[in-house]
């Protein structure tokens, strides 16, 4: 089932994090939409419902899923997924929004050679660099010129440096695995671009047990 970057998926049943977790994959994306001040910063500048993206990765070792992001204030950053469900602010509240969880259907192809360490590699290495808040300013900017009628043209691509917003990190990842997010016409790559991605499938819309 595909999703769309305008609207939450409230026709998908809400599964349990405890009944889907042995179902994850390594790089599943995590797609979150927010209810917070920057979330809607994000949405309204990106002009979509989605405004966080991450993806997974499975400790099986230790009996862990953990998230690889890009978060404010933060940077570049490991959490275990079921702290969004359980205790994401550590007040003992989940995360303030929906949670959808995607998957692209040629990842566990590339992973049977190789691809999956190299993504792992790329994305552990970038620990600790910044989120990039300028970029967001330049998205909006592209989003508000983008809808005036004489400045619709092709833009250059925002390429990414050392500080990444959250799709970019992601996106970044994945190039290292082998496979290409489209960026859109504006020439940035945001969360709401996974979901217009076909080649991702809806796999489940998570809710706390």
């Known amino acids: 089932m595909a999703l769309s970057r305008k609207t939450f998926p409230t026709n998908k049943v809400r599964n349990y994090y405890?009944?889907?977790?042995?179902?994850?994959?390594?790089?599943?994306?995590?797609?979150?939409?927010?209810?917070?001040?920057f979330s809607a910063m994000i949405q309204n500048a990106t002009d979509s419902v989605w405004s966080h993206v991450a993806f997974v990765l499975r400790l099986d070792e230790i009996d862990r899923i953990i998230l690889l992001e890009s978060v404010e204030s933060i940077g570049v950053r490991t959490v275990r997924l079921s702290k969004y469900l359980e205790n994401y602010k550590k007040d003992g509240n989940p995360y303030p929004g929906?949670?959808?969880?995607?998957?692209h259907t040629e990842f566990e192809s590339v992973a049977k050679h190789g691809a999956l360490t190299q993504l792992s590699q790329f994305a552990i290495d970038q620990f600790g660099y910044p989120y990039d808040n300028d970029e967001i300013a330049k998205i909006a900017?592209?989003?508000?010129?983008?809808?005036?009628?004489?400045?619709?043209?092709?833009?250059k691509k925002i390429e990414p440096d050392s500080e990444y917003i959250c799709s970019e990190y992601v996106a970044r990842c994945y190039e290292e695995a082998g496979l290409k997010v489209k960026w859109n016409e504006l020439g940035f790559i945001a969360p709401g671009d996974f979901a217009?991605?076909?080649?991702?499938?809806?796999?489940?819309v998570l809710q706390r047990k």
């Open 196 to 204: 217009d991605d076909p080649n991702f499938e809806l796999v489940a």
């Open 18 to 37: 405890n009944d889907v977790r042995s179902e994850l994959r390594n790089g599943d994306v995590v797609l979150c939409s927010g209810t917070g001040f």
């Open 98 to 103: 929906g949670i959808a969880v995607i998957r």
């Open 141 to 155: 900017a592209r989003i508000m010129a983008s809808r005036i009628p004489f400045s619709k043209k092709q833009k």
